[in-house]
Structures are given as structure tokens and as C-alpha cells.
């Protein structure tokens, strides 16, 4: 059974750090795009960051560049998502999955809230 199981999130005062952790469980993902995912209260999900299995084909939404930093350890089957210089707008559900996204995979995700 594929499971994706996020965790890290927290809450954080704007300016902080968070890293967040996608452990996957029942295939390796070794050779896939993968991708971390956020969707805030009444908005539309959107794509975050991307990587692919070279880790050398990096992608992050314009509104995250800079600021977040996405890796992989395939030999762990783990994704990372390191968060610096948080803004409010950053809280959302975070969920990572493969790109294109897998409607099966999608887990419970990973609550991160900025604010003062």
C-alpha cells in the first residue's frame, strides 16, 4: 500500500523556519518528479516546488523562490522541504506527491501556520 506521510509543520512567527519531511512508504519514488503541494482555507491548491530524480531539474513557485529550499534523499524515500523566512502567507495544508499528482497518493498533509 503507497502511503505519503508529511510531517514538520507547526506554528512559526513570520521571519521563522520550518522543515518539513514526506516519508513514502510501499513503492520507491527514486525515479519520479516529486512535488510539494499547499493549499490554504478557500483557495485552490497549488504547486510549490518540484524535483526531479537527478536533482538537478528544480522547479519552486515564483511566491516560495528564494525563500524555500526542496531535496530528496532517495536512498530514505524521504522529501524535504526547508522554509525560511516565513509569511502569513505561507499557512496552508502542506501535502507532497508526485508530479503529475497521484489522486491516491494524497495523505492528511502537514498544518503550517504564520502568525504573530
Known amino acids: 500500500q503507497v502511503q505519503l506521510v508529511e510531517s514538520g509543520g507547526g506554528l512559526v512567527q513570520p521571519g521563522g523556519s520550518l522543515r518539513l519531511s514526506c516519508a513514502a512508504s510501499g513503492r520507491s519514488f527514486s525515479t519520479y518528479i516529486m512535488g510539494w503541494y499547499r493549499q490554504a482555507p478557500g483557495k485552490e491548491r497549488e504547486g510549490v516546488a518540484s524535483i526531479d530524480w537527478t536533482k538537478r531539474d528544480i522547479v519552486y513557485a515564483d511566491s516560495v523562490k528564494g525563500r524555500f529550499t526542496i531535496s530528496r534523499d532517495s536512498a530514505q524515500n524521504m522529501l524535504s522541504l526547508q522554509m525560511n523566512a516565513l509569511e502569513t502567507e505561507d499557512t496552508a495544508i502542506y501535502c507532497c506527491?508526485?508530479?503529475?499528482?497521484?489522486?491516491?497518493?494524497w495523505g492528511l498533509g502537514t498544518q503550517v501556520t504564520v502568525s504573530s
Open positions: 506527491n508526485t508530479i503529475p499528482a497521484e489522486n491516491e497518493y
